[in-house]
Nanobody, 122 residues
Framework: QVQLVASGGGLVQAGGSLTLSCAAS????????IGWFRQAPGKEREGISC??????YVADSMKGRFTVSRDNAKNTVHLQMNSLKPEDTAVYYC?????????????????WGKGTLVTVSS
């Protein structure tokens, strides 16, 4: 069973950048598709990206600003966020599932890490 820890959140001004990391333990990320999600206060959880061993996806609304990558040697997935806007303020979560389609088709991921808060000031 994989355990996930998301980190890298913080306070940033609008237009700034942050890189979130999702570190895995207990199992190699090679076997999992990793998704990034966020939930803003009072809003539903929103899918951001998925990355498997062979493909990746970033939601259209964030494409061009957010980039997802994986470092298998460090068992970590990164979410690079540029040109941040106040509406990007949310708790960001990473999640894992052995079935890539769960992430890419918006299913319920099997394993979740605790979130990391991103606050973008105007």
């Amino acid at each position: 069973q994989v355990q996930l820890v998301a980190s890298g959140g913080g306070l940033v001004q609008a237009g700034g950048s942050l890189t979130l990391s999702c570190a895995a333990s207990g199992s190699s990320l090679d076997h999992y598709t990793i998704g990034w999600f966020r939930q803003a206060p009072g809003k539903e959880r929103e899918g951001i990206s998925c990355i498997s061993s062979s493909s990746s996806y970033v939601a259209d609304s964030m494409k061009g600003r957010f980039t997802v990558s994986r470092d298998n040697a460090k068992n970590t997935v990164h979410l690079q966020m540029n040109s941040l806007k106040p509406e990007d303020t949310a708790v960001y979560y990473c999640a894992a599932d052995k079935d890539a389609s769960t992430c890419f088709w918006g299913g319920d991921m099997a394993y979740w890490g605790k979130g990391t808060l991103v606050t973008v000031s105007s």
